[in-house]
């Protein structure tokens, strides 16, 4: 079988990139991936070898405006030579989906990781309220008319998974999808091969540098809790360098904190590795691949009980679910602090857990409903 797999720029390390990327490598059919803009040196290594075709001129979105008008609304001029595909798999991070209004004539699946967060009810106002005052009208009608577009082109999908029991409940909350459409697929985790590291007294918060990450209140629990001898790693991708300076002037001399961006992969296993134990702070995130990633090396997660995270962190077992209150979170760590033997044993237990969510188990789940829906296709 011929799978055509289209996410809407490869340009990151992120989530949904992962999920493209082990999804092409693993599956037991051909597939060809397209993307309208694919930085090779910024996003995973792993594509070079991949058969990746590039939609357009392959250059750069430069803000949410041109974003929106290029790669969102400009996705209804592109057109996929879905003939030469047996299936097609639209991998839905935000405005992915508007591809499918005009490539639909094969059995079309959606792999939703998240509906477009600014166009989802409980992130719509503070979204607009960042926004520079001229530039909230433009942004405004903007969301507005792709909030009917969206409703459109889910439309053409004939199967629809999402990433989680958060991601399902915001889909049909908005209205865009019907439950009977609907299945949850956990994404994978690099849980493989995966080895426990020692207990060294640091708390690691790996994520992407972005502000909904909510780096900066790690830093104000990690301040308040007043740890002696251990210190704070946060470590990710720069992808917001303003941000990051905020993150740096949030720091005195005298903090045991760093920031680490834009490890490779080995100091990255290693930071994961022996860790004392894992932050995961996320704003409502869909799903959450680092409680899982965690787990893989040994080590529980102090996550916020909001989101994602209620999902893959079971509590008082492979982690800790706590309020994002930067005083709750403080409190979390001093009782992880205090007992390196509990903290040990979760860890084990979050160890066996992660097992359950290996890429492999992944891509075969993906296979089977790609095949599932080619079948009833054909059978009319």
């Known amino acids: ?80 030579p879905l003939n030469d595909h ?64 969206e409703k459109q082109a889910w439309k053409k999908f004939d199967r629809i998974l999402v990433n989680s029991d958060t991601t399902k ?35 690691l918060y790996p994520s992407r540098f972005r502000r909904y990450k909510r780096q900066g209140l790690a830093i104000k629990a ?27 002037e949030m720091i005195d001399e005298e903090d045991s904190i760093e920031i680490r961006t834009d490890l490779p992969g080995d100091e990255w296993k290693e930071l994961y590795r022996n860790c004392y134990s894992v932050l995961f702070l996320a704003e409502k995130e869909d ?18 009980n909001e989101g994602g995270p209620k999902e893959s962190v079971l509590e008082d077992e492979t982690g800790l679910l706590v309020d994002p209150k930067s005083e709750d979170i403080a409190e979390a760590m001093k009782v992880l602090a205090e007992d390196e033997e509990k903290t040990r044993e979760m860890g084990t237990r979050a160890r066996e857990e992660s097992r359950k969510y290996s890429w492999g188990n992944f891509s075969e789940k993906l296979d089977e409903e790609v095949e599932k829906l080619v079948e009833e296709k054909e059978d009319g």
């Open 86 to 149: 047996d299936a097609f798999l639209v991998s839905e991070a935000g405005i992915g989906s508007l591809i499918a209004l005009r490539n639909n004539s094969v059995p079309t699946l959606c792999y939703c990781h998240t509906p477009l967060r600014a166009a989802l009810p409980e992130f719509k106002d503070r979204y607009l309220s960042e926004q520079p005052l001229p530039l909230k009208p433009v942004y405004w009608t903007g969301i507005k008319v792709y909030d009917q577009l």
């Open 1 to 80: 079988m011929d799978l055509a797999i289209y996410h809407t720029w490869l340009k990151e390390k992120g989530g949904a990139e992962k999920v493209v990327l082990e999804s092409a490598k693993r599956s037991e059919h051909d597939v060809t991936v397209y993307t309208q803009f694919y930085d090779e040196d910024e996003t995973f290594e792993g594509f070079k070898n991949l058969d990746i075709q590039v939609l357009g001129s392959n250059t750069a979105p430069r803000n949410f405006i041109d974003q929106g008008l290029r790669f969102g609304l400009g996705s209804l001029l592109r057109k996929i």
């Open 222 to 248: 990690f301040k308040e809790a007043d740890l002696e001898d251990f210190k704070l790693v946060l470590a990710g991708s720069n992808q917001e360098p303003e941000f990051v300076e905020e993150l740096r």
């Open 169 to 203: 409940r915001r889909t049909l909350k908005k209205g865009i999808a019907h439950d009977e459409k609907l299945s949850i697929i956990n994404p994978g985790a690099d849980v493989e091969g995966n080895q426990e590291g020692v207990f060294e007294k640091y708390f």
């Open 287 to 304: 799903w959450g691949i680092i409680p899982i990633e965690a787990g893989s090396h040994g080590k529980l997660t102090i996550a916020v």
